[in-house]
């Protein structure tokens, strides 16, 4: 059987809930936090509904060398971990799934390649999970932040007044931020690139383009919601169409035909998906692991998320269901969860955040 392959991360955005107790909560330390300057004031709370979880310009340099499309080790089952509202299942190699003891306050969760980032209502980021490459290493000063997304092995953050910060690997560039970026309203790191959506519906990319995951179709505009996958992107129309680039030789980039009515995407390894209006969810790509199996009966969804070779979807009665691959129980969510009000799927690991 051939391994899961790279992913990127789609941040859910949702509820900004207060922390819920957890007799699971484990002792260890997050590797980055910061803490709030006295006169911030949190964003309002935001509804249950998933960003391609969130084009026409392109600001970065193409690689010459084709990159691999990551290859994994083979890390160990993880065990389900609880703190305040944030739950964490699958691979725990890095301590991905070790949700910070105590976490509550938390808006928005992130799952990247072997870390993990939360948004407390605060505007103050927590991360933990692997730091080889500083990607949970919160650069001094962070605050007033409204929305998190991490990558393979970097992390974003977008700032209340439409900046952009970035920090951990950049050996493609992929935490090198254009300096003369328009106002941001939508952030998403994929394995080794980054999208940002300005607030007049473009998309500016930065990091590797050897699949031309950086380089958005000409013209490309109206866009509401973006999607970093590992080697590919995808852009959501404010018509309710997709709109993909980059690599595809999975079907990743093949959107289907007809598909018109969709409210949110999400990119993962080598599969995309998508939100229809309805509540229904379809999907595309690899299915290797039966990622693009979407299961019968499967409605009133409200969010979605890709991860490498799985998929996750969240019903508007606050349960989650998951499919595809699951040799390190990246979809084994505790049969007792419920009040989910975001959902985030990374290379092996989930982070579920409930109310």
């Given at each position: 059987?051939?391994?899961?392959?790279?992913?990127?991360?789609?941040?859910?955005?949702?509820?900004?809930?207060?922390?819920?107790?957890?007799?699971?909560?484990?002792?260890?330390?997050?590797?980055?936090?910061?803490?709030?300057?006295?006169?911030?004031?949190?964003?309002?709370?935001?509804?249950?509904?998933?960003?391609?979880?969130?084009?026409?310009?392109?600001?970065?340099?193409?690689?010459?060398?084709?990159?691999?499309?990551?290859?994994?080790?083979?890390?160990?089952?993880?065990?389900?971990?609880?703190?305040?509202?944030?739950?964490?299942?699958?691979?725990?190699?890095?301590?991905?799934?070790?949700?910070?003891?105590?976490?509550?306050?938390?808006?928005?969760?992130?799952?990247?390649?072997?870390?993990?980032?939360?948004?407390?209502?605060?505007?103050?980021?927590?991360?933990?999970?692997?730091?080889?490459?500083?990607?949970?290493?919160?650069?001094?000063?962070?605050?007033?932040?409204?929305?998190?997304?991490?990558?393979?092995?970097?992390?974003?953050?977008?700032?209340?007044?439409?900046?952009?910060?970035?920090?951990?690997?950049?050996?493609?560039?992929?935490?090198?931020?254009?300096?003369?970026?328009?106002?941001?309203?939508?952030?998403?790191?994929?394995?080794?690139?980054?999208?940002?959506?300005?607030d007049n519906g473009q998309v500016v990319a930065w990091g590797f383009d050897g699949y031309g995951a950086t380089t958005a179709p000409a013209g490309l505009s109206g866009v509401v919601a973006i999607a970093a996958g590992n080697g590919f992107s995808l852009a959501l129309r404010s018509d309710g169409t997709v709109v993909a680039w980059g690599y595809g030789a999975d079907g990743e980039t093949r959107v289907p035909a007809g598909l018109g009515a969709v409210r949110a995407i999400a990119a993962g390894g080598t599969h995309s998906l998508a939100l229809e209006r309805d509540g229904t969810v379809v999907?595309?790509?690899?299915?290797?692991?039966?990622?693009?199996?979407?299961?019968?009966?499967?409605?009133?969804?409200?969010?979605?998320?890709?991860?490498?070779?799985?998929?996750?979807?969240?019903?508007?009665?606050?349960?989650?269901?998951?499919?595809?691959?699951?040799?390190?129980?990246?979809?084994?969510?505790?049969?007792?969860?419920?009040?989910?009000?975001?959902?985030?799927?990374?290379?092996?690991?989930?982070?579920?955040?409930?109310?």
């Amino acid at each position: 059987m051939r391994p899961p392959r790279g992913i990127t991360v789609v941040v859910a955005v949702a509820l900004f809930a207060a922390g819920c107790g957890g007799s699971n909560a484990t002792s260890y330390a997050p590797t980055g936090s910061t803490q709030p300057p006295a006169a911030w004031t949190a964003p309002a709370p935001a509804t249950a509904t998933a960003a391609g979880t969130a084009p026409g310009t392109r600001t970065a340099t193409a690689t010459a060398t084709p990159m691999p499309l990551f290859t994994p080790t083979a890390p160990p089952v993880g065990t389900r971990y609880l703190a305040g509202p944030v739950y964490a299942v699958g691979d725990d190699s890095s301590h991905q799934t070790d949700v910070p003891a105590g976490l509550s306050g938390i808006g928005a969760v992130s799952a990247g390649g072997y870390h993990s980032l939360a948004l407390r209502s605060d505007g103050t980021v927590v991360a933990w999970g692997a730091d080889d490459d500083g990607q949970t290493r919160i650069p001094a000063g962070l605050f007033h932040v409204i929305a998190v997304s991490a990558g393979g092995y970097h992390s974003l953050a977008l700032s209340s007044d439409g900046t952009v910060v970035a920090w951990g690997r950049d050996d493609e560039g992929q935490t090198r931020v254009p300096a003369d970026l328009p106002p941001i309203v939508a952030i998403s790191a994929g394995g080794y690139h980054s999208l940002a959506l300005t607030d007049n519906g473009q998309v500016v990319a930065w990091g590797f383009d050897g699949y031309g995951a950086t380089t958005a179709p000409a013209g490309l505009s109206g866009v509401v919601a973006i999607a970093a996958g590992n080697g590919f992107s995808l852009a959501l129309r404010s018509d309710g169409t997709v709109v993909a680039w980059g690599y595809g030789a999975d079907g990743e980039t093949r959107v289907p035909a007809g598909l018109g009515a969709v409210r949110a995407i999400a990119a993962g390894g080598t599969h995309s998906l998508a939100l229809e209006r309805d509540g229904t969810v379809v999907a595309w790509g690899d299915n290797f692991y039966g990622e693009t199996n979407v299961p019968t009966g499967l409605a009133n969804v409200v969010a979605i998320s890709a991860g490498t070779g799985f998929s996750m979807a969240l019903e508007r009665d606050g349960t989650v269901v998951a499919w595809g691959y699951h040799a390190q129980g990246e979809i084994d969510v505790p049969a007792r969860l419920s009040g989910v009000v975001a959902i985030s799927a990374g290379w092996f690991h989930s982070l579920e955040l409930a109310s």
